[in-house]
């Protein structure tokens, strides 16, 4: 079974998160493309070393749980991103495409740290002492039923330990974009019928999970093909990795007549 691994880099200095390829049991438990189904699919996936201290994603920083997101994409669909889009301005359908690989390295680039220093375990200090962490999975969970404005401020007070923010909440938040980006941005689209661009906002999270969920009529047709070839059971059949089912799929589907 093939492990992708993906360095975490603000929730636990050095260590390595190691992702496992997906089955159909985790794809089939994906139910929406919330904060708390990515977290429950990720803590699936999760493959501890022996020794090492369970990787909780719940507890992961959002930039950190992007990261590992983008791996389970990468691992299940490529590295290609691609989108059908309809242009606002002449109304034709024209394709977007993108390496998310190159988009993941482009926004770490872009990450300036400053005079923020980092303690390897989502906190942040600067020189002149002042001092917050990163806002991880569980306090999302937290806040998820909160109107927007505020869980906002809930998650303001608690990264900052009530101590307030030169700028109030925007200033904030422009301060943990830039120390550490989330895979969630908007794109420049450009129309190659009329030339116009349009923004796009691009979001790995929903993005995944959306793919994952737009395949559940394929996957309960794999499902049937593969129980009524070789009898298995519902557990034996999600418990295969994604290729291993697309594999013994084609192979029931090239299986000569007769």
């Known amino acids: 079974m093939t492990t992708e ?24 438990a ?26 909780q994603p719940i507890a992961l920083s959002a930039a950190d749980r992007d990261r590992m997101l983008a791996g389970v994409y990468r691992g299940a669909f490529g590295d290609r991103i691609e989108s059908t889009l309809t242009c606002r301005e002449c109304g034709r359908p024209f394709d977007l495409h993108f390496s998310l690989r190159e988009l993941m390295q482009t926004l770490e680039e872009r990450a300036a740290r400053g005079d923020w220093k980092p303690d390897g375990d989502g906190h942040f200090e600067s020189a002149g002492g002042e001092r917050f962490r990163l806002p991880t999975g ?11 404005s505020e869980s906002g401020a809930v998650l303001f007070n608690r990264c900052t330990e009530g101590r307030g923010w030169p700028g109030g ?21 450009r129309c190659p019928e009329c030339n116009s661009v349009q923004p796009v906002q691009f979001e790995i999270q929903g993005y995944l999970l959306s793919a ?35 594999h013994f799929v084609e192979l029931v589907e090239n299986q000569p007549a007769g």
């Open 30 to 55: 994906v139910a929406g493309a919330d904060t708390a189904h990515a977290i429950g699919l990720l803590a699936a996936l999760l493959v501890e070393p022996p020794g090492d201290e369970a990787i």
């Open 5 to 28: 691994s993906i360095p975490l880099r603000f929730s636990g200095r050095g260590r390595i998160a190691q992702l496992r390829e997906l089955t159909g049991r985790e794809e089939h």
């Open 138 to 148: 569980r306090d999302e969970l937290d806040v998820a039923g909160l109107p927007a």
């Open 169 to 189: 909440l925007q200033a904030f938040e422009e301060t943990l974009e830039t120390v550490a980006p989330l895979i969630d941005l908007e794109l420049l689209a």
């Open 212 to 246: 994952i969920l737009a395949e559940r009529r394929q996957l309960r047709v794999e499902i049937h093909r593969i129980a009524k070839a070789y009898g298995w059971s519902l557990h034996e059949i999600l418990s295969l990795t994604r290729s291993d089912r697309r």
